[in-house]
């Protein structure tokens, strides 16, 4: 009889980092019946964003028998301060933690034998914890495939060439890389924290971790990204990559109280009284917010633009204070002087946002977004087409890929950041939504057939089918 395999799933803190982990985890149960699977949690002491009530939700689902999840002890972290380096830092500290635990989870599961670390790409310290079980160590990259291939060439320059992203900071040097077709403008595209000397080379040191993984899930599919892919796959010094993708939580309603329920009703309400495909959603992540002189010119454009729209506006965590951005008591401080009465009729501005129900709704026609990978994937799994305004991280490389390497997308900021100078003026943000709600685009044709794609990838025969499968044989 085929022996239980187990594999350890370790998440970087943070709900979103654990969403996508249990989806794939999910994905892997539902197609092996002696699969177990075991999710190590750590937090950040100063912030609470879900994750136990996400985890409580599991208690009475189908798969709570052959899914746990395990806290491990506090740790304190030396600042609270969320910059790269100090999350590093915060996961590396768990090592000794992990240790133990999988240490108890051997001893305890004699008829299960550990069959590997599954690990967030960000937990890349915890490899040299799988060596010590003589296991291997598979990564989770929660990013594209085009992403994946940068940080890898970037990682190349430098140590073999000497070459650092410092570099390009303020340049107009256009970078060569295999997983583009197109150069890409590397002082507009790059993350922020690759043009910070310390934190820049912290941040390759990890991406150089990866080439030690036994292979790299990652979170897209072949027809979305086969130039990117290919590319890795000819790489020669890369792991074995396997495209899962799209791993979404699309079933969850996005809600865990009541408050939150009634709020998500009167959104869908709101929208079942529109027209199919006229409604343009703002939203912009979990980390998106603006200053008040941006809101205004948003404001002006949709105003002036006259368009159908859903707007989440969030209020910024106060200056110097670590923290998301939460609903405003009242809008009307920060909006335009008699802007939500001259709106009344075409417009309704919210908080928080359902995102999943409203892309799925059909009188939506266009999304503007942070181009954040999870929203990007929602949005093409819904056949919504995206106007690009990213704010950090990786989502200007994202919305480079949409608009200039995909042709899936409109731009209205490419490369703005979240910290810096830049206010988009309102024609800028007008003539964005002008162009992604033309309900004739070649773009809107372009994503309704990615959108069956997509689903296409995740179905018995589809490529994102068999690369999972391909996967679970390894293990």
Known sequence: MKKSAELVFIPSPGIGHLVSTVEIAKLLLSRDDQLFITV???KFPFSSDGTDTYIESFAESSISQRIKFINLPQKNMETQDSSTTNVFK???????????????????????????????????????????????????????????????????????????????KDSTVELTTPSYANPLPA????????????????????????????????????????????SLDSDGKIPPVYPVGPILNIKNDDSDNQVDSKHKSDILKWLDDQPPSSVVFLCFGSMGSFGEDQVKEIARALEHGGFRFLWSLRQPAPKGNIGFPSDYADHTGVLPEGFLDQTARIGKVIGWAPQVAILAHPSVGGFVSHCGWNSTLESLWFGVPVATWPLYAEQQLNAFELVTELNLAVEI?????????????????????????????GIRKKVKEISENSKKALMEGGSSYSSLGHFIDQI
């Open 40 to 42: 190590l949690i750590f």
């Open 90 to 168: 915060f996961i590396d500290s768990h090592q000794t933690n992990v240790k133990d635990v999988v240490t108890k989870l051997i001893e305890s599961e004699s008829e299960t034998r550990i069959a590997g670390f599954v690990i967030d790409m960000f937990c890349t310290s915890m490899i040299d914890v799988a060596n010590e079980f003589g296991v291997p160590t598979y990564v989770f990259f929660t990013s594209g495939a085009a992403v994946l291939g940068l940080m890898f060439h970037l990682q190349e320059l430098r140590d073999d060439h000497n070459k650092h992203c410092v570099e390009f």
């Open 187 to 230: 002082a507009r595209v790059l993350p922020s924290v690759l043009f910070e000397k310390d934190a820049g080379l912290g941040f390759l040191d990890f991406v150089k971790r990866f080439r030690d993984a036994k292979g790299i899930l990652v979170n897209t599919f072949t027809e979305l990204e086969s130039y990117a892919l290919h």
């Open 413 to 441: 900021d490419m490369s703005y950041r979240k910290d810096g100078p830049v206010v988009v003026s309102a024609q800028k943000i007008e003539r964005g939504i002008k162009e992604v709600m033309d309900l004739d685009s």
